[in-house]
């Protein structure tokens, strides 16, 4: 079993910023890819940043520009740096990981650390 556990989430002002971490318990070698989601109240989740095992990144257009997601293979953790956050960055956020187990593919949830900004 595989887990994950999220932590730097809190309270900024907006236009401030925020260094998510996630701490996983297996080496993420092993993680096809990885990525943050987001859920605000009365919202569906989305997905915010994801990474590949090849450190290939993509983001939703909502958070281009102020946002980076970056992996540490030596210490097996995964971070969301955030910039100039707005009100509407907030939500809960999720890490996630996939990694193949047999023929299919396994998804991985932490608990999920909230993020809120002020105005």
């Known amino acids: 079993q595989v887990q994950l556990v999220e932590s730097g989430g809190g309270l900024v002002q907006a236009g401030g910023s925020l260094r998510l971490s996630c701490a996983a318990s297996?080496?993420?070698?092993?993680?096809?890819?990885m990525g943050w989601y987001r859920q605000a109240p009365g919202k569906q989740r989305e997905l915010v940043a994801a990474?590949?095992?090849?450190?290939?990144?993509n983001y939703v257009d909502s958070v281009k520009g102020r946002v980076a997601i970056s992996r540490d293979n030596a210490k097996n953790e995964l971070y969301l740096q955030m910039n100039s956050l707005k009100p509407e960055d907030t939500a809960v956020y999720y890490c996630?990981?996939?990694?193949?187990?047999?023929?299919?593919?396994?998804?991985?949830w932490g608990q999920g650390t909230q993020v809120t900004v002020a105005s």
């Open positions: 996630t990981a996939k990694r193949k187990v047999g023929f299919g593919i396994t998804d991985y």
């Open positions: 297996k080496s993420i070698f092993s993680f096809i890819a």
């Open positions: 990474i590949t095992s090849g450190g290939n990144t």
